[in-house]
């Protein structure tokens, strides 16, 4: 699976602005936007499996190179959980995000 931005785009029409050639351009500066941002591109992502680092970055690439940024970003607004040790991160199933973080296994 790869994070479509043609998905972003139809899913949040407002984010046409910061996309082209199918790749993000620049993160929104306006929180609001930028969180529309991260919702849909968190919607893309496989909800309720455990992913490493790599994995995350590998799905952000696809549309911006600053991963770490946007990798954060989803952590921070709560689209995505790290573990403790940041080794592990989880799209939650539930919106509350009550699920615990279970291990990536090697």
């Given at each position: 699976?790869?994070?479509?931005?043609g998905r972003?785009?139809?899913?949040?029409?407002r984010?046409?602005?910061?996309?082209?050639?199918h790749?993000l351009?620049?993160?929104?500066?306006?929180?609001?936007?930028?969180?529309?941002?991260?919702?849909?591109?968190?919607?893309?992502l496989?909800?309720?499996?455990?992913?490493?680092?790599t994995?995350?970055?590998?799905?952000?690439?696809?549309?911006?190179?600053?991963?770490?940024?946007?990798?954060?970003?989803?952590?921070?607004?709560?689209?995505?959980?790290?573990?403790?040790?940041?080794?592990?991160?989880?799209?939650?199933a539930?919106?509350?995000?009550?699920?615990?973080?279970?291990?990536?296994?090697?």
């Amino acid at each position: 699976m790869e994070l479509d931005m043609g998905r972003v785009v139809a899913t949040e029409p407002r984010l046409a602005a910061f996309v082209r050639h199918h790749r993000l351009t620049r993160i929104p500066r306006r929180p609001a936007v930028a969180q529309l941002l991260y919702g849909a591109l968190a919607a893309q992502l496989p909800a309720g499996v455990p992913m490493s680092e790599t994995t995350v970055n590998n799905y952000l690439r696809a549309v911006h190179d600053d991963v770490a940024t946007l990798r954060r970003a989803l952590v921070d607004h709560s689209h995505l959980h790290r573990s403790a040790d940041g080794r592990c991160y989880v799209r939650p199933a539930d919106p509350s995000g009550a699920e615990p973080i279970q291990p990536v296994r090697r």
